[in-house]
């Protein structure tokens, strides 16, 4: 800290500058917290980089000041506080008393007039002032000694020189510029027709205001000497308004103002109950650390008597150190056990210096790893399955994963990783991998790090997996999400290993071609476009872009952005009507990013030892509880245009006389719209197999279907899935290119034709305010607080989310549900055929052509006899040398 630096706070303007920095931000429960958190953003920013030895905040009082009394319409315009940052207010002053930092509020006064006089005196103590605020009347308290730390310009200083370098006039002169030119956010009306310019040249000509008045002859403009002479006295009125009063009736002890250590606990439970997370390990109270006895296996004889104990025990976690975060490439560096709390032991696994031979010690514990009956417990388990599966095991009785448990519970949260539960659920601050291996140039791998202190940092881990299994078993049970846990998402992680370590073979001589033959029409279309742009520049660059577009072609300018205009793909495919060249960037960005993306990436991706690529599926990731995919991403493959439908033909079957089985439900969004609304018409029409988007235009046209155009079935195609995402009229206007009130026609006429589908959409949207969350046909859940927003955006985004998710949610839980039969089976009956993907609704398989017959007939059992819903479930199969021929 700096000797004697006091910085004074005007609380309402950090709470304003909070409030709309974060736009969106709520509890589980639907409580906004956005102007919380970034005002505690704010105020730690500063503790930290400031480093103030004295700190106070004030606040305004509700009710009228002296200003009112002099002046009845003082900020009359202005507009009373937002709901959701008034209902915020009364905590953050709570988190500041945490914090141990003095709140000042005087009635009849505004903060401006209490920081003033605080400061005043602090002046005369010798202390050096800060008073962070975004009012600029407050400049005029800027001296030597007293400066302003503007909180609406990232923490910029004001001092003396600032002030006249921005205003024109030095600090004790802001009083009488803002009687010239008067201030609207406070309704200080000044005089009319005289702006800051004006009002600057002035006051710097004259001296003050008096000295205006006084000299007002000498003006030269006739219509400004008017208009002064007019309108003196409000002027002056303006003067009296805008001064701040340094003289307020508070009892200020300086020696109070020092910067106090915050009640850490308290600040602990208030970020916990407010659910900020990244908070929470800053204030993790000092001490909460697990207290265990961990074992470490040093020699043969506590190695035999570790797997004794092991063998008579039912259940224990595991955890598993490895030299890499990629399964199927790392090596096991160590594994600690643990089945009873506070109680761990440690394995090293060392291909050199202390500890076991890999090969031996996978070997000793292998009858355990891989018996079923033994119930194992892990935190993000698939990856001990993959790496044990990498050296020759089989980890057989996953009985509970806790990543996935904390996942279901709370699928809006950001992460699941063990570090941020084990502090939710069990108030334990983790030994962060950082602490372990470093950061940077100098970064350790765990093969480097002594022994003792991977002891450490592994028991923990299995110890806070057995403690927290314990808690989130019982939370999951209380929020019946324990039959979707138990039946589906540990089921599934079964089959996802699987899948992953199956991989996807890919045909790199094809895509060899296809990157040259992109590459050929990537330098055709650089010489057009320097052509139309009749000048060469870099076409990735979005600001040379710019001066061409909007400088050299003037080019409307359709948005602009922080940095200047725009160029994204809305903005060119807008361009594009009107000229070639933006049509053309929209090509060439199209072929760049299918070669640097698959193109070129996938060949690279290969591994090695299996010669095929294999990805990650995460169950943790989205909210509405579909599977994700990543390193690489192979449910983002394009399909909407033909050169990206072109890269679908590399993934082949990776072995001879195999061929690719794609499965994929059809319309299953619909179809399971239909059952939850029940619509007798919606459900009648997927009874009889009727084309749904033909006879969704005979209906909303009022045509018979035999007279429904091509171009009428796709407009009927976009109302159908626009409905299931909660589409507005104005969002289906842009997607069809027509008039908003064209569009909320064809959706009022959808709803007059499907009646109990709007019922369907109301009744959700109504149950997401009343319990905060909706669900899926598995019961899973997704906590939707911003329902109940005041904001109207926020609150509609979240309507649609509501409509959406339970929709989009069940086809998630059916699939997963098909994977898991199909798996089964699989297995059961020894076939050689693998599922190698899972995108959205369609599953991927690598079949011998002898079992084609007999995984056809699994396949379309399994997916459409998932479930017994109102209307059947309908899939299409089909087969090919490449996933491209099986669509």
């Known amino acids: 800290m700096k000797p004697n630096r006091l910085f004074l706070i005007d609380g309402n303007s950090f709470c304003y500058r909070a409030f709309y920095a974060i736009r969106s931000l709520s509890t589980s429960r639907g409580q906004p917290t956005n102007a919380i958190y970034g005002f505690v953003t704010m105020l730690n920013k500063i503790i930290k980089e400031e480093e103030p030895q004295y700190l106070a905040i004030a606040f305004d009082l509700k009710g009228p000041t002296f200003r009112h009394k002099r002046f009845e319409e003082y900020k009359i315009h202005r507009k009373p506080m937002p709901d959701e940052l008034s209902e915020q207010m009364p905590i953050i002053k709570e988190v500041v008393s945490a914090y141990n930092i003095p709140i000042y509020e005087i009635e009849g006064y505004e903060a401006d007039d209490v920081l003033a006089t605080i400061a005043k005196r602090a002046k005369k103590a010798g202390h050096e002032v800060y008073i962070v605020t975004g009012d600029k009347d407050v400049l005029q308290l800027v001296d030597s000694c007293i400066k302003i730390y503007n909180v609406h310009k990232e923490g910029s200083i004001y001092d003396e020189k600032k002030v006249k370098e921005r205003y024109g006039v030095g600090p004790e002169k802001i009083v009488d510029l803002m009687a010239l030119m008067g201030d609207s956010s406070d309704n200080i009306p000044g005089i009319p027709g005289i702006g800051e310019v004006t009002a600057a040249q002035l006051v710097a000509k004259f001296g003050s205001l008096d000295k205006i008045f006084s000299n007002v002859e000498k003006i030269e403009s006739e219509k400004l000497r008017k208009r002064l002479i007019e ?12 001064t701040v009063d340094p003289d307020v009736p508070v009892d200020v002890d300086l020696d109070e103002l020092k910067l106090k250590e915050p009640d ?10 407010l659910e900020f997370k990244s908070l929470l390990k800053d204030y993790a109270p000092s001490g909460q650390e697990l207290d265990g006895k961990y074992h470490l296996v040093a020699d043969e004889k506590d190695f035999k008597d570790l797997i004794r104990k092991l063998e008579k025990e039912s259940e224990f976690a595991l955890d598993f150190e490895t030299t890499g975060t990629d399964p199927l490439t790392c090596e096991p560096v160590g594994v600690s056990f643990c089945w009873e709390e506070g109680l761990a032991y440690y394995v090293p696994i060392r291909d050199a210096g202390s500890g076991f031979d890999a090969k031996y010690a996978l070997s000793k514990l292998k009858h355990i790893l891989e018996d079923a009956d033994k119930r194992k417990i892990g935190q993000n388990i698939k990856y001990e399955k993959l790496l044990l599966a990498n050296n020759g095991i089989r980890l057989n009785g996953i009985a509970f994963d806790t990543m996935v448990a904390s996942y279901l519970l709370n699928p809006s949260k950001l992460n699941h990783n063990l570090d941020d539960i084990a502090l939710e659920y069990l108030n334990f601050k983790m030994t962060p991998i950082t602490e372990l291996l470093g950061k940077g140039k100098g970064k350790l791998t765990m093969k480097e790090v002594g022994i003792e202190e991977i002891k450490r940092y592994c028991c923990q881990d299995s110890d806070a997996t057995l403690r927290l299994k314990r808690i989130l078993e019982a939370q999951l049970k209380e929020k019946n999400l324990d039959e979707l846990f138990y039946d589906v998402e540990i089921p599934l992680i079964d089959c996802l290993t699987d899948m992953e370590l199956a991989g996807v073979a890919i045909d790199v001589d094809f895509l060899a071609k296809m990157s040259k033959r992109i590459d050929d029409q990537l330098s055709k279309l650089t010489s057009e476009i320097y052509e139309m742009a009749d000048c060469e520049f870099n076409i990735n660059s979005p600001k040379q872009l710019s001066e061409v577009l909007f400088g050299k072609l003037k080019l409307p300018v359709v948005k602009k952005t922080k940095t200047g205009t725009s160029t994204d793909v809305e903005v060119l495919e807008a361009l594009a009507t009107v000229h070639a060249l933006p049509a053309s960037i929209l090509k060439y960005r199209e072929l760049a990013k299918l070669k640097s993306t698959y193109v070129d990436a996938l060949p690279e991706l290969i591994n090695p030892k299996t010669g095929r690529v294999h990805t990650s599926f995460n169950q943790t990731v989205t909210q509405t509880g579909r599977l994700s995919s990543s390193d690489p991403n192979l449910q983002n493959i394009p399909i909407k245009t033909e050169l990206g439908r072109q890269i679908r033909k590399a993934f082949i079957a990776g072995e001879k006389n195999h061929l690719i089985i794609s499965a994929d439900y059809s319309q299953i969004e619909l179809r399971i719209l239909a ?7 919606l459900v009648e029409a997927f009874k009889e197999d009727r084309d ?3 006879h969704t235009a005979s209906l909303v046209s009022g045509v018979s279907e035999g007279k429904v155009t091509h171009q009428m079935r796709s407009t009927a195609k976009t109302v159908n899935f626009g409905i299931i995402y909660g589409m507005s009229p104005y969002g289906l206007s ?24 709007r019922v369907y959409i109301e009744d959700t949207i109504d149950e997401a305010r ?20 005041q904001n109207n955006s926020i609150r509609q985004f979240a309507e649609r989310t509501a409509i959406n998710t339970p929709i989009q949610g069940s086809a998630a839980d059916l699939i997963k549900v098909a994977m898991i039969n199909i798996h089964r089976t699989l297995k059961e009956k020894k076939l050689k055929s693998k599922m190698i993907l899972q995108v959205h609704d369609e599953l991927v398989f690598e079949v011998p052509k002898d079992e084609l017959n007999i995984m056809n007939k699994i396949v379309k059992e399994k997916m459409e006899g998932v479930a017994k819903l109102k209307v059947p479930i309908k899939v299409q199969v089909k087969v090919g040398k490449n996933w491209l021929e099986a669509q």
Do not use: C, M, W
Request: proline content about 3%.
């Open 231 to 242: 309108f003196k006295e409000q002027a002056k009125l303006s003067r009296e308004l805008a």
């Open 692 to 694: 749904i988007h033909i």
């Open 675 to 681: 059952h939850f609304s029940g619509d007798k018409e």
């Open 770 to 789: 009343e319990r905060g969350y909706v669900t899926t046909i598995l019961n899973r859940r997704r906590y939707i607080p911003e329902v109940n927003s």
């Open 734 to 757: 842009k997607d069809l290119g027509i008039e908003p009130s064209k569009a909320k026609e064809f959706i009022d006429s959808y709803f007059e034709r499907y009646g109990r589908v």
């Open 264 to 273: 850490r606990e308290r600040l602990y439970e208030l970020f916990k109950e």
